[in-house]
């Protein structure tokens, strides 16, 4: 019979198995943290807006160590965020809202003017130059867990 706290064997010595359990612990806990992708933001900014308007874009940069996608956003400065796509139909530029951005793994994804980006709609107040604006990204992995990415973008003029 084993006691886990202090393991015993019937018939033999008293062993500490408390450093053994730390151990697993933090193995698992390392296992499940490299599991999930890691996303790296660079050079994150929104696009200033003017008194009446409701609606701007978020910019960036990202890259995952594993296969991934962005599966939502979010903002406390706007009632509604969505990942928006921008391109070419017929002759004529079209932006619509993409259901995820798929993310491969250790490559770039631009997130910019004319092409990919984050849709802020509904502001609850006009952003301007210099202002920093919160986000978050909801990751998903190959795995299908889910993270989150904090973002501070800062504002910067048309």
């Given at each position: 019979?084993?006691?886990?706290?202090?393991?015993?064997?019937?018939?033999?010595?008293?062993?500490?198995?408390?450093?053994?359990?730390?151990?697993?612990?933090?193995?698992?806990?390392?296992?499940?943290?490299?599991?999930?992708?890691?996303?790296?933001?660079?050079?994150?900014?929104?696009?200033?807006?003017?008194?009446?308007?409701?609606?701007?874009?978020?910019?960036?940069?990202?890259?995952?160590?594993?296969?991934?996608?962005?599966?939502?956003?979010?903002?406390?400065?706007?009632?509604?965020?969505?990942?928006?796509?921008?391109?070419?139909d017929?002759?004529v530029?079209?932006?619509?809202?993409?259901?995820?951005?798929?993310?491969?793994?250790?490559?770039?994804?631009?997130?910019?003017?004319?092409?990919?980006?984050?849709?802020?709609?509904?502001?609850?107040?006009?952003?301007?130059?210099?202002?920093?604006?919160?986000?978050?990204?909801?990751?998903?992995?190959?795995?299908?867990?889910?993270?989150?990415?904090?973002?501070?973008?800062?504002?910067?003029?048309?």
């Amino acid at each position: 019979m084993l006691d886990l706290a202090v393991g015993r064997v019937q018939g033999s010595q008293h062993f500490d198995l408390r450093p053994m359990r730390r151990f697993l612990l933090a193995s698992a806990l390392f296992t499940a943290f490299a599991a999930h992708a890691q996303v790296k933001v660079d050079d994150p900014w929104v696009r200033a807006t003017v008194a009446p308007q409701k609606a701007t874009g978020a910019f960036m940069q990202l890259t995952s160590t594993k296969a991934a996608k962005v599966v939502a956003a979010s903002s406390p400065v706007a009632e509604m965020v969505e990942i928006h796509e921008m391109k070419m139909d017929d002759g004529v530029m079209k932006m619509r809202a993409v259901d995820a951005l798929a993310l491969p793994a250790g490559q770039p994804v631009a997130l910019k003017p004319g092409s990919y980006h984050v849709m802020l709609m509904g502001l609850k107040a006009p952003i301007k130059a210099g202002d920093t604006v919160p986000l978050t990204l909801t990751v998903e992995g190959e795995d299908k867990q889910r993270t989150t990415v904090e973002i501070k973008a800062e504002a910067r003029g048309r």
